[in-house]
């Protein structure tokens, strides 16, 4: 059995009660090292193919790997952390509060008490901070949690460009620790640091070579100028 940590789901199957199955048969292989983009118009199923990942929501059918061992509640291993799209922050704690109570290990607590970006906000409540520097924030929690993956659920919507290109650095950074899956409408903020890229299309995923592919599916004709791999 080979020893390579990584989060493998096959023959995903999901529909909400009185409407068409949503998911049909997903599939996504994210090991450890990678960066896995996952793309697919609104209302296609990405947030809720997140969930059942995680374990937050029961799908119709499921095969659901983590480190080869199967799982239907990852979030009970305590081996994947997840982003939903709102907030999971308790709105009037302080940050500095927040950031003892969620992070144990002192030595991280003392690298995140370092971040240029998170001093300026320790004194804040979660409510008075900006959109970029709460969804900085969070991912930050995420990020130094000790688990071997993270799942995404639109980071980059709704920030400001400084703070898309500083979570697109936070990401980066971790990613020789972790695999992680970001799916977000904000495609090239995808692209610019994905290593593979996933389409979920008529409740299904497909594994996308190079840029010029989306073009068929997703994109609009056009956009990108030539065929290119994605970042290694």
């Given at each position: 059995?080979?020893?390579?940590?990584?989060?493998?789901?096959?023959?995903?199957?999901?529909?909400?009660?009185?409407?068409?199955?949503?998911?049909?048969?997903?599939?996504?292989?994210?090991?450890?090292?990678?960066?896995?983009?996952?793309?697919?118009?609104?209302?296609?199923?990405?947030?809720?193919?997140?969930?059942?990942?995680?374990?937050?929501?029961?799908?119709?059918?499921?095969?659901?790997?983590?480190?080869?061992?199967?799982?239907?509640?990852?979030?009970?291993?305590?081996?994947?952390?997840?982003?939903?799209?709102?907030?999971?922050?308790?709105?009037?704690?302080?940050?500095?509060?927040?950031?003892?109570?969620?992070?144990?290990?002192?030595?991280?607590?003392?690298?995140?008490?370092?971040?240029?970006?998170?001093?300026?906000?320790?004194?804040?409540?979660?409510?008075?901070l900006s959109g970029g520097e709460l969804r900085y924030l969070e991912?930050?929690?995420?990020?130094?949690?000790?688990?071997?993956?993270?799942?995404?659920?639109?980071?980059?919507?709704?920030?400001?460009?400084?703070?898309?290109?500083?979570?697109?650095?936070?990401?980066?950074?971790?990613?020789?620790?972790?695999?992680?899956?970001?799916?977000?409408?904000?495609?090239?903020?995808?692209?610019?640091?994905?290593?593979?890229?996933?389409?979920?299309?008529?409740?299904?995923?497909?594994?996308?070579?190079?840029?010029?592919?989306?073009?068929?599916?997703?994109?609009?004709?056009?956009?990108?100028?030539?065929?290119?791999?994605?970042?290694?």
């Amino acid at each position: 059995m080979t020893n390579i940590k990584e989060l493998y789901s096959d023959s995903v199957q999901f529909s909400y009660e009185s409407s068409q199955q949503l998911l049909t048969g997903a599939y996504l292989r994210c090991p450890v090292g990678e960066v896995v983009g996952l793309l697919g118009r609104n209302g296609c199923g990405k947030s809720t193919f997140l969930k059942i990942l995680f374990g937050v929501l029961k799908a119709k059918n499921s095969y659901i790997l983590i480190n080869n061992k199967k799982t239907e509640k990852a979030y009970l291993t305590n081996k994947i952390g997840y982003l939903p799209q709102d907030s999971f922050l308790p709105t009037h704690e302080k940050v500095d509060y927040l950031i003892r109570l969620l992070i144990k290990d002192q030595q991280v607590r003392n690298i995140l008490s370092y971040d240029a970006r998170i001093k300026t906000i320790s004194d804040k409540k979660i409510y008075q901070l900006s959109g970029g520097e709460l969804r900085y924030l969070e991912i930050c929690l995420l990020m130094h949690q000790p688990t071997d993956f993270v799942l995404l659920d639109e980071p980059f919507t709704g920030l400001e460009p400084l703070y898309m290109e500083q979570i697109a650095t936070l990401i980066l950074r971790f990613k020789t620790k972790k695999g992680i899956v970001l799916s977000d409408h904000n495609y090239q903020n995808v692209l610019d640091i994905a290593t593979q890229i996933l389409l979920l299309h008529n409740g299904t995923c497909r594994l996308i070579k190079n840029k010029k592919e989306l073009e068929f599916f997703y994109a609009p004709e056009g956009i990108f100028d030539q065929q290119g791999p994605f970042s290694d």
